[in-house]
């Protein structure tokens, strides 16, 4: 059987006093930072958990800032073809209203050629006719008279 002699004796309290030293000096310290370990990890996943929290709102934010610049580029390329129209009808109007007051200039200064013309040949028919029947008569018709006798003749013939 066992046999309890003294050695026995001293070693169970030589390994109670060597618990109580290990429970002062390693035990605590060692359950200490255990516990400070415990803390750090968990703090670290807190920080982790946050860090993702703001990770996933600026990607929201970034992902709403780049739908706001597509839409803001999408108005501007809408605006720049509007633009862009508007200056085409303005450009068409304005080559249309240029056509059109050249159209008019012209018809105009044709009008006014042609009354020049008809009145040169008229001054030429009274000139010519006051010569024709001067010399008919055997005289010279100078008077004012005369010459706007002639006219409404010519006039007459003219018309």
């Known amino acids: ?28 310290p060692l359950m200490n930072v255990l516990d400070e370990r415990a803390n750090r990890i968990s703090n670290d996943l807190d920080s982790a958990e946050k ?12 992902t709403k800032q780049m739908e706001e610049a597509r839409n803001e580029a999408a108005a501007i390329v ?8 508007n200056i085409e009808a303005e450009a068409r109007t304005q080559a249309q209203a240029e056509k059109d007051q050249m159209i008019s200039a012209a018809k105009q200064n044709i009008e006014n050629e042609k009354q020049q013309a008809l009145a040169d040949v008229r001054k030429q028919v009274i ?30 013939v003219l018309n």
């Open 1 to 28: 059987m066992v046999d309890f002699d003294a050695t026995f004796f001293a070693q169970i309290i030589n390994f109670i006093i060597l618990l109580g030293i290990l429970g002062k000096f390693a035990f605590k």
């Open 51 to 62: 860090t993702r929290v703001e990770a996933e709102e600026l990607k929201a934010q970034y």
């Open 78 to 85: 809408a605006k720049a073809t509007q633009n862009a129209q």
């Open 127 to 156: 000139a010519l006719a006051t010569e024709i029947a001067g010399k008919v008569v055997s005289q010279k018709l100078d008077s004012a008279e005369d010459q706007a006798l002639v006219a409404k003749t010519a006039d007459a």
